[in-house]
């Protein structure tokens, strides 16, 4: 009998940062929550950042999962926005790996074709497939729901994950 595995998927963003919560028993899985993280868009980046931190860390003791996942983040904007980013996503894998969780990090286009079976596919396609995926899901905008596919990727790829870590 497969283990039950607690998961939570994390789109990091200073501005919006979703995050969603699934659970994991074999190859079915369910919607657990899912939100998104509104740091204020104004006054210092440290600040900003601990917003970012709290909010995390509010969700992670609300929902308890066991394992994280974060999207890895292609920037095509400016150096400043790119660092900020950078920033932001520090703060997003740190929370999480203070706590002990195991962190996996994956590229969009993975998150992408393992969700929707193409890595190019459109924020609409992932809204569509995470629906049919977990059919309990709601969510508002597409940062949760790009958070839920990043959780549903890391359940997926997961064992494989394990396999490959020397004892």
């Not at 979703?18 to 079915?28: A, F, H, K, T, Y």
């Not at 601990?50 to 999207?71: F, K, N, S």
């Not at 596919?121 to 995926?133: D, G, R």
């Not at 790009?146 to 997926?156: F, N």
Request: glycine share 10%; proline share 5%.
């Amino acid at each position: 009998m497969a283990e039950t595995v607690r998961i939570i998927g994390i789109d990091p963003g200073l501005r919006r940062c979703g995050w969603g919560i699934i659970e994991s028993n074999g190859n079915r899985l369910s919607f657990i929550a899912c939100g998104t993280i509104t740091p204020p868009v104004e006054g210092l980046l440290a600040d900003r950042l601990v917003a970012l931190h709290r909010g995390i860390a509010a969700v992670l003791d609300e929902y308890a999962p066991e394992e994280a996942a974060v999207e890895e983040t292609f920037v095509s904007a400016g150096a400043r926005s790119a660092l900020q980013l950078g920033q932001a996503r520090g703060v997003v894998l740190m929370t999480p790996a203070l706590r002990g969780l195991p962190v996996g990090e994956y590229a969009a286009n993975l998150v992408k074709k393992s969700v929707v079976g193409t890595g190019h596919a459109e924020k609409a396609q992932i809204q569509v497939m995470i629906k049919i995926l977990l059919p309990a899901a709601t969510f508002k905008g597409a940062d949760a729901a790009d958070a839920l596919a990043i959780a549903v990727c890391h359940a997926h790829h997961r064992a494989i994950r394990k396999l490959s870590v020397p004892a």
